[in-house]
């Protein structure tokens, strides 16, 4: 195997998880509705479904980047969350998910094709190529996954 399809398979494996860490759909499988939207303790703003969202809004803040060199990201940190106290329901909860899953299936057609220089430089900046911004993607996304899975685990004691 070319040592460029390599990466390809390791950036498509850390972005869907499960490696050394818990996957996207584990995370939400069978997550109880009506603790969507339940505080967790000691940090007002973090709701289960509020850091759904801002995991989704910051991995298509990223794909977009990558697709549009004259892409402007949101102001941070407005752009990136759902306004404080918004709350979700059922069908927003399942729309959160099933657009953060479309995102990450544009990001893994990028990984895939190999017409995608991963390490080329980006027009949008110097320091930018698409493989930093698919690290960035998985990493944040793990990060985020981990708190998700201790809020579960706190929401499940309440």
């Known amino acids: 195997m070319k040592q460029d399809d390599v990466i390809?398979?390791?950036?498509?494996?850390?972005?869907?998880?499960?490696?050394?860490?818990?996957?996207?759909?584990?995370?939400?499988?069978?997550?109880?509705?009506?603790?969507?939207?339940?505080?967790?303790?000691?940090?007002?703003?973090?709701?289960?479904?509020?850091?759904?969202?801002?995991?989704?809004?910051?991995?298509?803040?990223i794909l977009?980047?990558?697709?549009?060199?004259?892409?402007?990201?949101?102001?941070?940190?407005?752009?990136y969350w759902p306004p404080q106290g918004e709350k979700a329901d059922e069908a927003r909860w399942r729309r959160t998910i099933e657009e953060f899953r479309a995102d990450r299936?544009?990001?893994?057609?990028?990984?895939?094709?190999?017409n995608t220089d991963l390490t080329a430089l980006m027009p949008q900046g110097e320091e930018y190529t698409v493989l930093r911004e698919i690290l960035v993607a998985a990493d944040h996304n793990a990060y985020h996954l981990g708190e998700?899975?201790?809020?579960?685990?706190?929401?499940?004691?309440e």
Request: zero cysteines; a negative charge.
């Open 8 to 61: 390809r398979e390791q950036l498509l494996a850390l972005l869907r998880g499960g490696n050394a860490h818990i996957s996207f759909d584990q995370a939400v499988a069978d997550f109880p509705m009506k603790q969507i939207n339940t505080q967790l303790p000691g940090q007002p703003s973090y709701t289960p479904w509020r850091l759904l969202e801002h995991i989704r809004l910051a991995q298509r803040d």
């Open 64 to 79: 977009d980047f990558i697709r549009d060199p004259a892409y402007v990201s949101p102001e941070w940190p407005a752009g």
């Open 105 to 114: 299936r544009e990001l893994e057609k990028i990984v895939k094709d190999p």
């Open 148 to 157: 998700f899975g201790l809020m579960t685990g706190v929401l499940e004691r």
